[in-house]
């Protein structure tokens, strides 16, 4: 992990804290922000239950080998570097399901059907989880038992399309009929990385799975696996709904918000929604050297805006 996180620095300019927070996915508008402008949102939650103790002890370590420079304003950083083949291409973690989730969904899908072709009717599933059990088998009974061959070919469709390196850990992690899974210390050894470089590959192949399924590039699959999230909470679009008829202190007051609150909305859907928002007349705000508050928030929604025009994102 350390190999990762001195990548992860590389060409950025982070807090150490910020970017634990980052990798956690706890959803603050600060960490938010700070991942938007420094092009970490893909990691969004990469890590859930990476502890504390650990990422700082990494980090020091880091820090004492000179990988990672402190900058005066307390941020990381470290010279920009080429990426290495296991590096995650297809992570989205504010609009996708859980990693874990989506991979014990797809491991039992795949052992359910394997069960199925090889015609043993009595199996332990490899995940415990209720709801999962019951999602994977109603999935099979309306979609993939009517074609199981067409089922088959399609999800073979979806690996062969993959890098040879995701592709091989991907079907040396899924269980069969008579098949186990590949440990993550053999497939490292196999592979010539580490663990932890494997199990990214892991993550990074069950993400650019679940694009290409929700993509509609395997249609007996869609049904299987939960929608994307909304990257754009439900508050925040609920705010921009009302700010297209009214002002910033109106919205607040219909909310029963601050108006700062309301504020952080426009940044967050300027930020993650489909399009690029500028300062509208009808927000009503201040005009500017009024209120310095104001004069930050305008200051960030100018500097979002550019960055995702340079992104080629379109004007809403």
Do not use: C
Request: no cysteine; aromatic share 8%; hydrophobic share 45%.
């Amino acid at each position: 992990m350390p190999t990762f996180l001195h990548y992860l620095f590389a060409g950025r300019h982070v807090r150490p804290v910020t970017m634990y927070h980052i990798l956690h996915g706890k959803r603050t508008f600060s960490n938010l922000y700070a991942a938007f402008i420094n092009d970490l949102l893909p990691f969004w939650g990469l890590l859930p239950h990476l502890s504390r103790p650990r990422y700082e002890k990494m980090i020091d370590y880091l820090v004492h080998q000179k990988l990672l420079t402190e900058a005066p304003d307390e941020t990381l950083t470290a010279p920009p570097a080429a990426l290495p083949a296991w590096w995650p291409t297809h992570v989205a973690g504010l609009t996708m399901p859980a990693y874990r989730e989506i991979g014990d969904i797809l491991t039992l899908a795949v052992q359910l059907i394997s069960q199925v072709q090889h015609q043993e009717r009595h199996f332990a599933p490899i995940t415990p989880h209720l709801l999962i059990q019951q999602r994977v088998k109603g999935w099979y009974e309306q979609a993939a038992k009517t074609d199981l061959p067409g089922t088959i070919a399609e999800f073979k469709s979806l690996v062969t399309a993959m890098p040879e390196l995701a592709g091989t850990v991907l079907v040396n992690r899924l269980v069969g009929a008579e098949t186990d899974v590949a440990s993550w210390q053999d497939l490292a050894a196999h592979l010539g990385v580490e663990p932890f470089q494997v199990q990214l590959v892991w993550i990074d192949a069950l993400a650019q799975l679940y694009q290409a399924i929700a993509g509609g590039q395997a249609a007996r699959w869609q049904g299987l696996l939960p929608p994307p999230t909304p990257a754009v909470t439900r508050s925040a679009q609920a705010t921009m709904q009302l700010l297209a008829d009214q002002s910033v202190d109106q919205t607040a007051q219909q909310r029963q918000l601050a108006a700062s609150t309301i504020r952080e909305h426009i940044l967050e859907a300027a930020m993650l929604g489909p399009a690029v928002i500028h300062e509208q007349p009808g927000w009503r705000l201040p005009p500017a050297k009024a209120d310095p508050v104001v004069d930050f928030f305008r200051g960030r929604l100018a500097a979002i805006a550019r960055q995702r025009q340079s992104r080629g994102v379109r004007l809403e």
